[in-house]
């Protein structure tokens, strides 16, 4: 038996391997050639033909929970809207669904339309797709693995986007099955955003962030770091409340682009909990200004001319 057979052999005993390469949570860690093609089969097909009529196909994505990730995709959304660009928004969040009510539309209701979702506009006209349009305000679904990955796949092959300039996509803290299944559900994904603050402990997980994205082979914009300097409103002092500078350190040790820091705002919670974009509604912030830059860096990265 020769070396490169002894090592197959070794992986899969090692990862106790049951040929069932679409649910595995190794998937990005197996180097055997065994592995089986997923992407041959009806749903993810259909997937395929469904994104077809969009261009590129965003993510966005935080090592851990709380840092503004959401916040961050709705107003990289804006700023690409404001520039021209037709955007859908897909919620992977399955627990904590928030997109709906950032952009202005969670009172509405998901509408079928020849067995296809139809997503719902925001009020620029942004198609917006969530699991939390069927759940209500108190609702809450305990999801199993399988159903979160064929839920995924329903709103992926399901919905009804039309042709798209972007598709960004809200994936769910952390490196866990749900960001798993939307990294192996789209192989050709354009683009990941990674939101972060300024803490250390934020920087520790956006490292394992950052190297679940390099191991899948997705282009990597560059890190976002969010809450940063507070700039008083009643006077010209500035206090940098959490120290910023962690986002500019951890680009530096893992090698990807700095996007830029997004100034702690109070506007921007405001502009969230009305369901307004933040961009749109104080666009001579600083905070807009950034949001703005950030997303002519990604638009410029990917080729999207407006």
Known sequence: ????????VRLQVTMGCRKDCEGCSKFFD??????????????????KKKLSSIKYKMAVMSGK??????????????????????IGALDSDFYEPTLPTFFGVKEEEFKAEE???VPIPSKKGVKVTSVAFTLGDLGYVTWATEQL???????????????LDFLFIDLP????DETLNVLKAIPDLDGVVIVTI???????????????????GVPIMGVVENMGILECPYCDESFNVFKSGGGNRISDEMGVKFLGTVPLDYQIAEASDEGEEYVSKYPDSLGAKTYMKIAGDVASQIGYKP
């Not at 038996?1 to 197959?8: C, E, F, G, L």
């Not at 804006?78 to 037709?86: C, D, I, S, Y």
């Open 149 to 163: 990955r064929w839920a995924l796949y329903m709103f992926l092959g399901g919905t009804d986007w039309g042709e």
């Open 173 to 176: 803290p952390g490196t866990g």
């Open 115 to 117: 067995r296809e979702i």
């Open 30 to 47: 197996c180097t055997s050639p065994l592995k089986q093609d997923i992407y041959n089969n009806p749903i993810h097909n259909r997937i």
């Open 198 to 216: 300024p803490s250390d402990v934020a920087q520790i997980v956006v490292g394992r962030g950052i190297s679940l994205c390099k191991k899948a």
């Open 65 to 86: 929970g709380g840092v503004g990730k959401s916040t961050t995709l709705v107003n990289l959304v804006g700023a690409l809207r404001v520039m021209g660009a037709k």
């Open 1 to 8: 038996m020769d070396k490169d057979k002894r090592d197959i």
